[in-house]
């Protein structure tokens, strides 16, 4: 009797989601290095707050085959990101590899991460090990101790979330419990989803043997003492999303303030109260968002 043939299950589409603001060189060097993963089936980049620069730089370089969405305002990191998943997803993607333009995989990081879900159909996203430039631990498995301190070594087999620096995720998930959510323009997006994907039954998972390069965002440099405002606002949207962290963000919040009091920032200090209070009332746009940019911080 002859023994039936074994039935390969399809190759998965995976599409790989990078957003740029302001650093075209870090976006380029980043798609290349994405295209030398056979795994990757499409390379979509969205542009916040583009100028053409970057339209510019993947013209004039030998780039990779990609998709670049530009948009006009800045919306953040969870704006700009959904905008990607959208695309992917109508794409026909499976999976979606979301990575900051100033990470880059490693040989087999791919492979790695997707043999997460092969082996656990409830796991609904994944993240690697995040490494310095210098080769030291970044990232891996984090976890959130009080009061709501994160420890982003911690190595947990099965964390509450992970970073999205580099995650994979799936479709099943995504057209489960949504995008990222919009309200949180940078910081704690990520804790935000990963509650909402164990709320729903999901996996959260980690890939150690998986590794991404991760440099100091660039971001942030830009920025300067304004992402400060947005982690507070942030912390108090977690908090109202999820009323077990109350407590420990009133805490962590009042330690923030402290700590630039005794600085001798007492306006700044005000200014970070402030955000975290707009937060934990869910206000749709925060006080230091309803001036001048260069108003505040103060």
């Not at 490494?131 to 947990?156: H, K, M, W, Y």
């Not at 995650?167 to 989803?193: A, H, K, N, Q």
Request: charged share 20%.
């Amino acid at each position: 009797m002859d023994r039936p043939e074994a039935v390969s299950s399809p190759q998965p589409s995976i599409a790989a989601v990078v957003l740029n603001w302001r650093d075209a060189a870090n976006t380029s060097a980043c798609i290349a290095s994405l295209a030398q993963d056979g795994g990757l089936n499409q390379i979509v980049i969205v542009d916040n707050e583009a100028d053409g620069t970057l339209r510019q730089a993947l013209d004039t370089s030998d780039a990779p085959d990609h998709v670049l969405l530009e948009r006009s305002e800045n919306g953040g990191f969870s704006a700009g990101v959904n905008v990607g998943l959208r695309y992917a997803l109508d794409a026909g993607a499976d999976f979606a590899l979301v990575i900051n333009n100033d990470a880059r995989l490693h040989e087999g990081a791919l492979s790695a991460m997707l043999a997460k879900f092969e082996r656990d159909a409830s796991v609904g996203i994944v993240g690697p090990a995040i490494l310095n430039e210098d080769g030291s631990l970044q990232a891996l498995g984090p976890a959130i101790g009080f009061p709501l301190r994160i420890d982003e070594t911690a190595g947990s087999t099965s964390p509450d979330f992970v970073t999205w620096a580099c995650v994979l995720v799936s479709r099943r998930l995504l057209e489960t419990i949504g995008l990222l959510d919009e309200t949180f323009f940078m910081y704690w997006e990520d804790v935000e989803f990963g509650y909402r994907a164990r709320a729903a039954g999901f996996g959260v998972a980690i890939a150690p043997d998986a590794t991404v390069a991760h440099a100091v965002s660039s971001s942030h440099s830009i920025a300067g003492d304004r992402v400060q405002l947005y982690s507070a606002y942030g912390l108090g949207r977690v908090a109202a999303r999820q009323r077990h962290f109350l407590l420990a963000s009133v805490i962590r919040a009042t330690l923030r303030v402290g700590k630039r009091v005794a600085a001798g920032r007492f306006r700044f200090g005000a200014d970070i109260w402030l955000a975290y209070q707009d937060g934990l009332r869910q206000t749709e746009q925060p006080a230091f968002e309803r001036v001048t940019k260069d108003a505040w911080p103060r």
